[in-house]
């Protein structure tokens, strides 16, 4: 059975173009950057500009598109910060999206992958990359200002928690959230549905959610899920995150060197980790 199309009542964003063929549908982008292209997509003239082929089988945000997806998309204008940047096959697209007068603050940590988004992100005006790890987000907050949408795709067994602390400091009230679940990453204790669900009960208390969607056959075990920053959503949240600028020792556990248990050695190694500390929250960069 094919996948149900992308809803046409549904505008789209602006730089977004859906091409009919006879029996299908294709997705380009409207680009901002100049050639070679990013990953062998195809580049063609159009009116004013110039589009690029998205391929759903290499973009789990395209193939939401093909199955359906009905949340928030980045669009002109945006900033956009985006975690798992990879070698920026997704992210060259969600760059074009939001255009020239938009931004996207590409994190990967991966320094082999990094290099190769480094090999083209100066064809592209609007991108920063970064390499830093997306659970330490205020190693990269002075670089990141409020933005406007918040896209994770990591595949990592916390990823929900990644998403959920970037989000809390740098996502504007009513802002997109989209998160590339991959439930293989989050342990097999529990089939992929059951992940679904647990994802979803953690986001619901911050988002108004959207429907979530399946990225089979793309993606299989993928879902894209997500939705709008409720207004207010954190406010009764302390933020527990340890600072990367003072990290060091808490003041409500004993230091690890002076806590021991017999001449030098420690009773408790786990304290010698440091303990989270209350600080402000949202503060602007
Ligand atoms: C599935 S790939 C991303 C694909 C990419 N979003 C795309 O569509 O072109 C996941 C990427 O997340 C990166 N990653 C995993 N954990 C990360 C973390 N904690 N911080 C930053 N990047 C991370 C990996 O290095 C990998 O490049």
């Given amino acids: 059975m094919r996948p149900p199309r992308y809803p046409v009542e549904r505008a789209l964003p602006a730089r977004l173009v859906r091409e009919r063929h006879e029996d299908r549908e294709t997705w380009w982008t409207r680009t901002v950057g100049a050639p070679p292209s990013v990953y062998g997509e195809r580049w063609i003239e159009r009116g004013p500009g110039v589009l690029r082929s998205w391929d759903p089988s290499r973009s789990k945000i395209a193939a939401a598109l093909e199955v359906g997806w009905a949340g928030g998309l980045p669009d002109e204008g945006e900033r956009w910060l985006y975690l798992g940047a990879a070698t920026g096959t997704t992210t060259s697209h969600v760059a074009d999206l939001v255009g020239r007068e938009g931004a996207v603050f590409a994190i990967e940590r991966s320094p082999r992958a990094f290099r190769r988004l480094l090999g083209w992100v100066d064809r592209w005006p609007n991108v920063l990359p970064i390499l830093a790890d997306a659970r330490a987000p205020l190693s990269y907050a002075q670089r990141v200002p409020w933005v406007d949408g918040v896209y994770t795709d990591v595949a990592q067994p916390d990823q929900v928690e990644i998403a959920l602390e970037n989000a809390r400091r740098r996502l504007r009230d009513g802002g997109s959230f989209l998160l590339a679940l991959k439930t293989a990453s989050m342990g097999r204790d529990a089939p992929a549905p059951v992940h679904l669900e647990r994802a979803l009960a953690s986001l619901e208390p911050y988002f108004d959610l959207a429907e979530p969607v399946r990225l089979n056959p793309w993606h299989r075990g993928h879902y894209m899920i997500g939705g709008r920053a409720r207004a ?14 003072r990290p060091v020792r808490s003041r409500w556990l004993p230091h690890p060197r002076r806590a021991t248990d017999g001449p030098g050695r ?7 980790r440091s303990a989270p500390r209350p600080e402000r929250r949202g503060t602007k960069s």
């Fill in 266 to 272: 420690r009773s408790d190694r786990g304290s010698g």
């Fill in 232 to 245: 207010g959503r954190w406010a009764a949240e302390p933020d527990l995150t340890p600072s990367p600028a």
